[in-house]
């Protein structure tokens, strides 16, 4: 529908800063203005009104307090790479991407660790004071209790309470430095502490008994390839001195002064590896009993002095700029309404009149199935 010059000014004399005739005229920063200044009541309003609402919700939700621990595993040194591999490594380390390293080894070893049933359920069923009771009250409940987590039995209660300690912890490894950091968060600052620091407790336990079992069974097995290389090379002794009682002549004979040479090697690859395996063995039996901890605690968990979780500023902030947003959006979509209506196009009054026609049908529907519900 084509619009005169008359309407237009007519239009432009109502308020409504868009031409919709052929004369259409370029966008102005008045015409981007003045639809906020009209509707200023939603563009200040909203996001005023976010604020708010986001500082009650805040109010509401309970706290959450995170202790961070970080410590650093002690690991064996790797086997050497072959020459000209070794700037490979340490190029790849720069990128922190971590070379494969022997089982039972390296920073996401103990980072998987913390997360198994192995410490986690220890960690679950360790009693610890009360966040609502008095700070002498030691011991005075399970960490499934404190987080009061329910079930239709013990182990389904278990379950559900080794989820819900996944969720509240965090397990992050630097691949440069191998450094681990654990995080965990609850409702109270010194019970976060405490079951950090049980983590950690845990994971010692776990780990020197791992670090045992690694020794006993090389200790064994180093000691069975002592004893068997101690009888090979007892055999090729043996076998150099019945021949030297033999043959007393043997360096006449080019044939015999050959196997003399090969019976002496084989006593001297004996002797070698029997020293190589003593040394093992030696070794084996060392770290069989050594006790010292391989995991050096950087950081020990304290009691956090501020919450983390709800941040009022930051989320306050956010709730601002997204309601600005949506209240400039919504004073551009009232004006537009605004200018349609004043428009009074045939078009829009009709759908006005149908829209109000569906509303009262659907009212009517309404009111008749609730006069035969109570009939009823």
């Excluded at 070794?86 to 997360?115: D, E, T």
Aim: charged share 25%; aromatic share 8%.
């Amino acid at each position: 529908m084509s619009s005169s010059p008359a309407t237009g000014s007519t239009l432009r004399e109502s308020g409504v800063p868009f031409d919709l005739g052929e004369g259409s005229r370029e966008v102005g920063f008045f015409d981007l203005v003045n639809p906020l200044l009209r509707q200023r009541r939603i563009v200040v309003g909203l996001p005023l009104f976010a604020v708010a609402l986001t500082m009650i919700v805040c109010l509401l939700l309970p706290p959450l307090y995170r202790a961070t621990t970080t410590f650093l595993p002690e690991t064996r040194s790797p086997p050497q790479l072959p020459q000209g591999l070794g700037g490979l490594a340490g190029l790849a380390g720069q990128f922190g991407i971590a070379l494969p390293q022997q089982p039972g080894q390296g920073a996401r070893f103990y980072a998987a660790v913390l997360r198994s049933r192995e410490i986690m359920e220890p960690v679950l069923l360790s009693r610890y004071p009360l966040p609502d009771g008095p700070p002498a009250a030691a011991d005075s409940a399970t960490l499934l209790r404190i987080l009061k987590v329910r079930g239709r039995n013990f182990a389904d209660s278990l379950g559900w309470g080794l989820k819900k300690l996944d969720g509240l912890m965090t397990v992050t490894v630097d691949n440069q430095t191998s450094i681990v950091t654990l995080s965990v968060d609850t409702r109270n600052p010194a019970l976060s502490a405490s079951v950090a620091a049980r983590f950690i407790r845990y994971l010692h336990e776990f780990n020197t008994n791992y670090r045992e079992s690694n020794g006993r069974e090389r200790r064994k097995f180093a000691e069975q390839r002592v004893a068997d290389a101690g009888a090979e090379l007892r055999g090729a002794e043996e076998a150099v001195k019945a021949f030297y009682e033999r043959n007393r002549g043997w360096q006449e004979s080019p044939s015999l002064v050959f196997t003399e040479a090969a019976l002496r090697r084989q006593v001297q690859v004996g002797q070698e590896v029997y020293l190589t395996l003593r040394r093992e063995y030696e070794t084996a039996r060392i770290e069989e009993v050594n006790d010292m901890p391989v995991i050096t605690v950087i950081d020990a968990p304290v009691p956090p002095p501020r919450k983390t979780w709800p941040m009022v500023g930051p989320l306050a902030l956010l709730a601002l700029v997204l309601g600005t947003l949506v209240g400039v959006l919504g004073a551009y979509a009232a004006d537009y309404v605004n200018r349609v209506r004043q428009e009074a196009d045939a078009g829009y009054r009709e759908f006005a009149g149908l829209l109000l026609q569906a509303r009262r049908s659907l009212g009517q529907g309404l009111r008749r199935r609730l006069e035969r519900r109570t009939r009823e």
